[in-house]
């Protein structure tokens, strides 16, 4: 089984400032990418999938490297509510979602 | 509201003992899934169904097992075969399970062995 990689933190970072935080996989076969956000005892919720050209959502930045097999997620201008989990996710399969490929998260907190 | 529900939010499980999860959802999905999550570990796939009366194992399949009689229904029995059932069991589902597709989470059961 392909893995993918996650820094587990916790990163501790002072509100309002930017964070990023990388995930590496090691299929380079892989075909999709996201990342959810997970809070504490909580079920994951998409946060925004990963395109090849990169993609934006307000303070929110991800960008695939296919070269390099890693895709990371920006936040600028940290809030409190940043604080959560951050799952990367890779789907290795072209017609169907069986095959993604969960890492176990990067932890985040901000704090004021 | 649309979404999916699972019950009990917590479950107690005796040594020996088959228990079972409720997952349902009103989405008008067609694919559901089961995973597991360890702390400290990313989610596992347990089963997966892409439409009624059919499902697939997926890589944790042992000592689990799921049925599919109702499209927006998907139960996960725990049977007395899987020996570390202590977890946190999330279902999930998404339109058709087509690649790229949004996983739509339930809130999840915490399952604990007494």
Known sequence: RKEVEQDPGPFNVP????????????????????????DCRKEPKLLMSVYSSGNEDGRFTAQLNRASQYISLLIRDSKLSDSATYLCVVNEGVDSNYQLIWGAGTKLIIKP | DGGITQSPKY???????????SCEQNLNHD????????????????YYSQIVNDFQKGDIAEGYSVSREKKESFPLTVTSAQKNPTAFYLCASSSSGTVSETQYFGPGTRLLVL
Do not use: H
Not at chain 1, 21 to 37: D, K
Not at chain 2, 11 to 21: A, D, P, Y
């Open chain 1, 15 to 38: 509100e309002g400032a930017t964070v990023a935080f990388n995930c590496t996989y090691s299929n380079s076969a892989s075909q999709s990418f996201f990342w959810y956000r997970q």
């Open chain 2, 31 to 46: 694919a559901m899934y089961w995973y597991r999550q360890d702390p400290g570990q990313g989610l596992r796939l347990i």
């Open chain 2, 11 to 21: 479950l107690f499980r005796k040594e020996g003992q088959n228990v079972t999860l």
